[in-house]
Nanobody
Framework: QVQLVESGGGLVQPGGSLRLSCAASGFTFSSVAMRWYRQAPGKERELVAATSSLDDSTSYAESVKGRFIISKDNAKNTLYLQMNSLKPEDTALYYC?????????WGQGTQVTVSS
């Protein structure tokens, strides 16, 4: 069955960096568009970054553009989110997402806390 398992979250100071990973299994990872979402306490879940299933293009929320980089390692079936210049407002639970046909799949989330 489809599984998405995130890791790499933690506590980091403002200006610091983290790299999140999402290990995927149960589907052909290389042909599926993947996304990272996040949800802060009391706020709605928001799309952070996405890959395309058609080419190597990527897209980002305005709030993270220039600071975050989404990438895929198809050999390892792993999605990454490199997060640089982190800000307190980046504090949230970060989720990996995949859509396969009419079905959507989410990981369990990994917590990122940016605080001094």
């Amino acid at each position: 069955q489809v599984q998405l398992v995130e890791s790499g979250g933690g506590l980091v100071q403002p200006g610091g960096s983290l790299r999140l990973s999402c290990a995927a299994s149960g589907f052909t990872f290389s042909s599926v568009a993947m996304r990272w979402y996040r949800q802060a306490p009391g706020k709605e879940r928001e799309l952070v970054a996405a890959t395309s299933s058609l080419d190597d293009s990527t897209s980002y929320a305005e709030s993270v553009k220039g600071r975050f980089i989404i990438s895929k390692d198809n050999a390892k079936n792993t999605l990454y989110l490199q997060m640089n210049s982190l800000k307190p407002e980046d504090t949230a639970l970060y989720y990996c997402y995949a859509r396969l046909g009419w079905s959507t799949y989410w990981g369990q989330g990994t917590q990122v806390t940016v605080s001094s």
